[in-house]
């Protein structure tokens, strides 16, 4: 199951996104406001949403400048979100988020619909930083 948020525009150089996706500490402030937990731990952060199990994704792949790349710390479920960063002048670059999961077809089916909602608050909120 594949979900790609809208491309945005970042206020930000490329650099400047780049840095800003491997400091996982900066995802807190694209999270949703029903974030009940956020904790981060080396490589890796915990964030819970209300009502919604606690989730732990890795930091597994940085390209320079260009992609960091997340994956589910658990492998009961196998996913990994992604920023792709595309650099447009010395001070703002686009930006967008891919969803790309492993999932049985009744589990994609239970949560596509929280994961897009969950892709495009996590957008929406990147045209805030």
């Known amino acids: 199951m594949n979900i790609e948020g809208a491309k945005v525009t970042m206020n930000k150089s490329a650099e400047g996104a780049y840095v800003f996706f491997t400091a996982l500490e ?6 949703p406001e029903n974030t009940q937990k956020f904790e981060v731990d080396g490589d890796s952060f915990l964030f819970a ?10 930091l597994n792949e940085k390209v320079e400048f260009s992609k ?3 994956g589910a710390a658990s492998s009961k479920l196998s996913f990994t979100l992604s920023a792709h960063i595309d650099e447009v002048s010395d001070t703002s670059s686009e930006v967008q988020l891919k969803f790309e999961g492993d999932f ?8 596509k619909k929280p994961l897009t909602s969950f892709i495009d608050t996590l957008t929406e909120n990147i045209t805030k930083v």
């Open 26 to 31: 900066n995802f807190e402030q694209l999270m």
């Open 49 to 58: 949403l209300k009502g919604m199990p606690e989730i732990r994704l890795v």
């Open 68 to 70: 960091v790349s997340l």
């Open 104 to 111: 049985n077809p009744m589990m994609a089916m239970m949560v």
